[in-house]
T-cell receptor, first 114, second 115 residues
Framework: DGGITQSPKYLFRKEGQNVTLSCEQN?????MYWYRQDPGQGLRLIYY???????QKGDIAEGYSVSREKKESFPLTVTSAQKNPTAFYLC?????????????FGSGTRLTVV | KQEVTQIPAALSVPEGENLVLNCSFT??????LQWFRQDPGKGLTSLLL?????REQTSGRLNASLDKSSGRSTLYIAASQPGDSATYLC??????????????FGKGTTLSVSS
């Protein structure tokens, strides 16, 4: 079945450590997105990519980095510069010019600083 | 800058009630609007997508309406069931009149339906 796979489901990070969250899709979607969700908050956009080898900063990109070397993959690295990384991270994808089809989301990764 | 607001933040109803969730947005030049459902600790599931040229969309017991001129959308849930308990979020494109762009979300309405 087609879909988006996020791994791991739970991730623990020590202070000063970089961690990478995986996002893979087999939907043949052009665009991919990373959102962060905090309790009681809506989703906030971190980075998005509309085509391979290109990506744009969202509203809260500081302390995060991404790459888009393959159409299927859009990993997110949470660097030590992100001072409050504990949150629920959601990856999504869409067809380019998605108006008629909407978004598909992964099941999320919960990151906790220990 | 586009902003999305959802009212109420939380809602508790007995099973069988019909209910309405509200979503408002500040820039009426949207390409479309999407309603999502999120269960605790899970990702988002798309419920309904309304194009700017449409007034409403229906899926089963769900009906979403869109009034661009007033910057409002409503999600109507008929004959609510305990399985409808979840958080419902609405979202619009960040950039006006653009289809291929990221979404901006409201904070959601958390619905609890008691049996």
């Amino acid at each position: 079945d087609g879909g988006i796979t996020q791994s791991p489901k739970y991730l623990f990070r020590k202070e000063g450590q970089n961690v990478t969250l995986s996002c893979e899709q087999n939907l043949n979607h052009d665009a991919m997105y990373w959102y962060r969700q905090d309790p009681g908050q809506g989703l906030r956009l971190i980075y998005y990519s509309q085509i391979v080898n290109d990506f744009q900063k969202g509203d809260i990109a500081e302390g995060y980095s991404v790459s888009r070397e393959k159409k299927e993959s859009f990993p997110l690295t949470v660097t030590s510069a992100q001072k409050n990384p504990t949150a629920f991270y959601l990856c999504a994808s869409s067809i380019q010019g998605w108006a008629n089809y909407g978004y598909t989301f992964g099941s999320g990764t919960r990151l906790t600083v220990v | 800058k586009q902003e999305v607001t959802q009212i109420p933040a939380a809602l508790s109803v007995p099973e069988g009630e019909n209910l309405v969730l509200n979503c408002s947005f500040t820039d009426s030049a949207i390409y479309n609007l999407q309603w999502f459902r999120q269960d605790p600790g899970k990702g988002l599931t798309s419920l309904l997508l309304i194009q700017s040229s449409q007034r409403e969309q229906t899926s089963g017991r769900l009906n979403a309406s869109l009034d661009k001129s007033s910057g409002r959308s409503t999600l109507y849930i008929a004959a609510s069931q305990p399985g409808d308990s979840a958080t419902y979020l609405c979202a619009v494109p960040r950039s006006a009149n653009q289809a291929g762009t990221a979404l901006i979300f409201g904070k959601g309405t958390t619905l609890s339906v008691s049996s």
